[in-house]
């Protein structure tokens, strides 16, 4: 009986040994950041005048990805890994939706979404709001952003539609289900890496 329980304590250490080992070796198999949790279910603006709210798009992977038109840099620099990204996904591009979530709604109206969003991707999607959803929407993402010439003030010169937007860039990724999947600070934007994980979270 002794040697019986020893056995199976044995293997049972074994087998939670094994376990753990899998699922480090599993978060090591991923680029991105792990970060497992319900998505906030929010509703929005889409660059076509429509309210999109996000959970429309379950059955699909969704990226969420933050910026402005106006941004010189950083934000150009995003949409245009997700489009590389898009193409290295080939025929399960069709299984993933981007979704673009302005920082900056008091200039980037539909019209203005419209125009420059898809020119990166047709089957992206811009979205705006008032500044009250945007700043609801953030906060339950954790997206952080300042507009400068609010926040350090503005000269002589300033006008009102020239300023610039500190904001945070991570992309987040939504499975299918609904669920904060994996995360990509700057660091991680990568549209083959990206591409790999997205491949494995859809087989």
Same mark, same amino acid.
């Given at each position: 009986?002794?040697?019986?329980?020893?056995?199976?304590?044995?293997?049972?250490? +074994?087998?939670?040994?094994? =376990?753990?080992?899998?699922?480090? *070796? /599993?978060?090591? $198999?991923?680029?991105?950041?792990? &970060?497992?949790?319900?998505?906030? /279910?929010?509703?929005?603006? %889409?660059? $076509?005048? @429509?309210?999109?709210?996000?959970?429309?798009?379950?059955?699909?992977?969704?990226?969420?990805? +933050?910026?402005?038109?106006?941004? !010189?840099?950083?934000?150009?620099?995003?949409?245009?890994?997700? *489009?590389?990204?898009? @193409?290295?996904?080939?025929?399960?591009?069709?299984?993933?939706?981007? #979704? &673009?979530?302005?920082?900056? !709604?008091?200039?980037? $109206?539909?019209?203005?979404? *419209?125009?420059?969003? !898809? /020119?990166?991707?047709?089957?992206?999607?811009? #979205?705006?709001?008032? !500044?009250?959803?945007?700043?609801?929407?953030?906060?339950? &993402?954790?997206?952080?952003?300042? /507009?400068?010439? %609010?926040? &350090?003030? *503005?000269?002589?010169? %300033?006008? +009102?539609?020239? =300023?610039?937007?500190?904001?945070?860039?991570?992309?987040?990724?939504?499975?299918?289900?609904?669920?904060?999947?994996?995360?990509?600070? =700057?660091?991680?934007?990568?549209?083959?890496?990206?591409?790999?994980?997205?491949?494995?979270?859809?087989?």
């Amino acid at each position: 009986m002794l040697l019986s329980t020893v056995v199976f304590l044995s293997l049972l250490g +074994w087998g939670l040994f094994l =376990y753990q080992y899998v699922q480090f *070796r /599993n978060k090591d $198999n991923y680029h991105g950041i792990l &970060y497992y949790k319900e998505a906030p /279910n929010l509703t929005l603006t %889409d660059h $076509n005048g @429509k309210r999109v709210t996000l959970s429309q798009f379950r059955g699909k992977l969704t990226l969420l990805a +933050w910026g402005y038109t106006h941004c !010189p840099d950083v934000c150009i620099l995003t949409l245009s890994m997700l *489009r590389d990204m898009m @193409k290295e996904l080939g025929e399960v591009a069709d299984s993933v939706q981007v #979704l &673009y979530i302005t920082v900056d !709604p008091q200039r980037d $109206n539909i019209e203005r979404l *419209r125009y420059y969003v !898809p /020119n990166f991707h047709e089957s992206f999607i811009g #979205l705006t709001g008032t !500044p009250q959803e945007i700043e609801k929407f953030t906060k339950a &993402y954790d997206v952080f952003f300042i /507009n400068h010439g %609010d926040h &350090y003030g *503005r000269s002589e010169f %300033d006008t +009102w539609d020239k =300023y610039l937007m500190t904001h945070t860039s991570t992309i987040y990724l939504i499975d299918q289900k609904g669920k904060l999947r994996i995360t990509y600070p =700057y660091d991680k934007f990568d549209a083959k890496e990206i591409a790999e994980d997205i491949r494995k979270i859809l087989s």
